[in-house]
């Protein structure tokens, strides 16, 4: 492309200047100029345009006839219709009183068509190119977006995809865009090595960060893939990991990866300097600010003089106290520690300043990036509005949300001056990423009458339609057991932090001697109370069906309990089907921990009250909780420990009595090393055996120990487990309803039960998935074993 401009004025003889041709850009450079007089013309004419209209090519000039103009008004239009992206040449020039603009447009885009991809669908590299269907056309683009392309394949480990870009002209200027692909073979990380650390082995650090040597299932997880940003992130991940541990000196001296083209494999190799690690020293708050008394705000505070250095509690010490500040009316105030180390005895001690900051607001909020995502989703993570006063906490703070959204790739808040002194502008930069799943998986279970293998799909969307809504529709089940649900999510109901949703369900069982058919529905609603803390309100309504199969019945459809082999009271709680619950329920929970996919520290807690009798058969009070508190034992060897603690009570309201079907049941989230319903309250049968009939209270609790497995390589997701486990399950007031009398005749008191096992956990491209073996120590006469136990790892 090419531009030139030259006019002649009355009085004086103007150089033509030239135009410096280069493909895909346009620079204009002026040779010589000198003007000894403005020129003036009567009428402006434009010529070569199609598609644009004239006037609003006028409109881009700057030059008005009848007024005078110079040589760099000429260079500033030329300019200024360049920018606009329509045009591949723009020429201006004087004939006579008339200033005549002979433009090229640029030729419009029909179709962006892309050949030889297999990895990467049409729908995901139309979202890279910036080239769309009736857009303008340009070389630059279009080579820009063949580099786009390329990165996009080097993000799934083909390094060394090709990509060529053809255009067919269509005539009446009109173009087909396409890019030809050669995809190549995918590179792998043959190792990741670990230079200068002594505190944690490889094989911690290597848990650390995202970047994985590749595996035999490293196709399906896809995280031996090598990216430089990928990298970046891993070596602040590394960072936050050892400055949370004390080790405030900590650096990454380089980390890099080094290509093998014959095996096309990476090795990784991370440099780092640990240096020595640190305790809290003396820990103070002072204030500058008349009002605020520092010293009264030490409650606040979450860095303890002795304790082993957290960058992250120094963080939330800041934002606990500039929240406090903030609520007492001093919006500008911030929070500044200061640390001073004690290299002798390798101490830390930190003053937090409180002054009051500089009276900056935002002027504006500015989201770029978000492609699919709207931008109400992302602002409403903000709790600074437009006009609001400047609060680097809260930036902060909207940043961990968005990250925690799962929507993004890559979150990057910065700041523009604004149009007054006292404005900001945040820049939020986004890098959107893929937000709906598809998965499918199988299991077996090894418990109860639903034993066997079973099979479950589902269809997840995150991000659904960019509104940051919640959908998922999932059907699973084996032999003896049918699942489906459909759940869906409104995290900010009405315009607040309020999540909103449903589920609808249907289950059906195929038990030994009977069936049950349950369908539901639940409407809830979530409010978050603090950073930890939330709470969750639902209305829950189903209607439950049992039937006896063909086996039980004698030829005039009546159960008989002999070749049932069930007791009196599971006959008299399928004699009440159908059964309808109509209930509220109320949870609180509590969440401390560090990481939910790879926990090493924290509580996870929840309580739960639900009453049944709004209307319905169902009238009963019941009461669970449930939580694990993680710790790490040792870092160096990646040891965490676990105790977990469970309780529950159920009583009947309204003068009714409870169905055998309300009871509590024992399962291996209660107790391990018992089949499913193999504890409790229990009645006789006439050939020897007991039929479980479950409990009104039980108590839990278990301690175990995981480790990473040997040989085994880290990014297999593989962990070991030693266990003790300890629970009772007891009471149970349910009658025959032919003689009157108490069903359950065993184990109604309160037994302890206890089993000791060892277990293997894998965190699977299918879902967390975990097979224990555990052997009773305890147990009642009663009790019905079960060694062995494999399915999906419900951990929380």
């Known amino acids: 492309m090419k531009a030139a401009s030259s006019f002649m004025s009355a009085a004086s003889a103007v150089a033509l200047s030239a135009a410096l041709v280069v493909p895909g850009a346009v620079a204009v450079q002026f040779v010589s100029v000198s003007v000894a007089q403005a020129a003036v013309v009567s009428s402006i004419e434009v010529r070569g345009n199609k598609r644009v209209d004239a006037e609003t090519i006028r409109s881009y000039l700057g030059i008005t006839p009848g007024k005078s103009f110079s040589n760099a008004d000429i260079d500033e239009a030329v300019k200024r219709l360049f920018g606009t992206g329509m045009f591949s040449d723009v020429r201006i020039n004087q004939s006579g009183s008339t200033l005549v603009v002979q433009v090229e447009e640029h030729s419009i885009v029909n179709q962006v068509l892309f050949q030889g991809n297999k990895k990467i669908k049409d729908a995901q590299l139309a979202q890279t190119v910036q080239l769309k269907p009736r857009a303008a056309f340009s070389n630059s683009a279009m080579e820009a977006d063949a580099d786009a392309i390329r990165q996009a394949y080097s993000r799934i480990g ?109 090795v990784v190799s991370i440099t780092v300097d640990e240096g020595e690690r640190y305790t809290f020293g003396d820990v103070s708050v002072e204030s500058t600010i008349e009002g605020v008394d520092g010293e009264s705000l030490r409650s606040l505070v979450q860095t303890n003089s002795g304790a082993v250095y957290s960058a992250k509690e120094v963080e939330d010490t800041i934002i606990a106290l500039t929240e406090h500040v903030a609520g007492l ?29 500089p009276r900056t607001y935002v002027e504006r909020i500015e989201i770029r990036g978000n492609a699919r995502t709207r931008d109400y989703v992302v602002r409403r993570e903000f709790d600074v509005s437009e006009g609001d006063a400047f609060n680097q906490v809260l930036i902060q703070r909207a940043k961990k949300r968005l990250e925690r959204l799962g929507y993004f790739e890559t979150v990057e808040i910065s700041t523009a001056p604004g149009s007054e002194p006292d404005q900001v502008i945040l820049v939020v930069d986004l890098v959107e990423k893929s937000t ?81 058919e349950t369908n539901g529905a639940t409407v809830r609603f979530g409010l978050p109370i603090t950073e930890t803390l939330s709470t969750q309100i ?95 034992l040792s870092e160096e060897m990646n040891l965490v420990s676990l105790l977990t603690a469970g309780a529950g009570h159920i009583s009947p309201t309204g003068g009714s009595d409870l169905r055998v079907f309300d009871y509590f049941k024992s399962s291996d989230r209660i107790i391990r090393g018992f089949e499913y319903n193999g504890i409790g309250p229990a009645a006789a049968l006439s050939n020897g055996d007991f ?81 224990d073996y555990a052997v009773p120590i305890k147990k009642e006469d009663s009790d019905e074993e079960q060694n062995f136990n494999f399915g999906i790892s419900t951990r929380f």
Request: glycine share 10%.
């Open 538 to 632: 639902a209305y829950n309504y189903s209607e439950e069906k049992y039937e006896f199969r063909d086996s039980c019945l004698d030829d005039g459809g009546t159960p008989q309990v002999p070749s049932c082999n069930v007791s009196q009271a599971i006959i008299d709680g399928v004699a009440n089907s159908p059964w309808t619950k109509s209930s509220v329920s109320g949870t609180l929970l509590y969440n401390t921990i560090d990481d939910m996919k790879n926990p090493h520290a924290g509580l996870y807690a929840t309580f739960t009250t639900e009453f049944a009798g709004l209307g319905g058969d169902a009238e009963y009070l019941k009461l669970t909780g449930r939580g694990t508190y993680y710790y790490t």
């Open 329 to 357: 009316g001093y919006a500008f105030a911030q929070v500044t520690p200061r640390g001073d180390r004690n290299f002798e005895n390798r101490t830390i001690s930190v003053t937090y300043t409180i002054d009051q900051g």
């Open 158 to 266: 083909r390094d060394d995809a090709v990509v060529n870009t053809q255009v067919m002209d269509l005539g009446e200027g009109r173009v087909n865009v396409v890019y030809e692909i050669t995809e190549g073979g995918r590179t792998k990380i043959a190792r990741i090595d670990f230079n200068g650390n002594n505190a944690f082995s490889d094989r911690r650090l290597a848990d650390i960060i995202s970047t994985k040597r590749s595996t035999i299932l490293s196709f399906l997880l896809r995280d031996d893939v090598y990216d430089e940003n990928r990298l970046r992130a891993d070596e602040e991940a590394l960072r936050r990991f050892y400055f949370n541990r004390g080790y405030a000196d900590f650096q990454v001296i380089s980390a890099t990866g080094e290509l093998n083209e014959s095996t096309n494999e990476y």
């Open 691 to 771: 039929d479980h009939l479950g409990g009104s209270t039980y108590f839990s609790a278990s301690a175990e120990v995981q480790f990473p497995v040997p040989v085994i390589p880290e990014s297999f997701g593989l962990k070991g487990a030693l266990f003790a486990d300890a629970a009772t399950l007891y009471g149970n007031d349910v009658r025959n309803s032919t003689d009157g009398q108490l069903s359950a005749t065993a184990s109604r008191d309160l037994e302890w039960r206890a089993s000791v096992g060892a277990g293997l956990i894998w965190a699977s491209p299918f879902g967390p998935l975990r097979v």
């Open 436 to 516: 709906g799943e598809f998965s499918i998986g199988a299991g077996y279970s090894t418990g109860g009458d639903t034993a066997g293998p079973s099979i479950e799909g589902s269809i997840t969307e995150k991000n659904f339609l960019g509104r940051g809504q919640y959908i998922r529709l999932s059907a699973g089940g084996g032999e003896n057991s049918r699942d489906f649900m459909l759940s869906f999510t409104e995290p900010y109901f009405l315009g607040r932090r309020i999540a909103a949703g449903f589920d609808i369900f249907r289950q059906t069982r195929r038990y030994n001697n009977y069936e049950s």
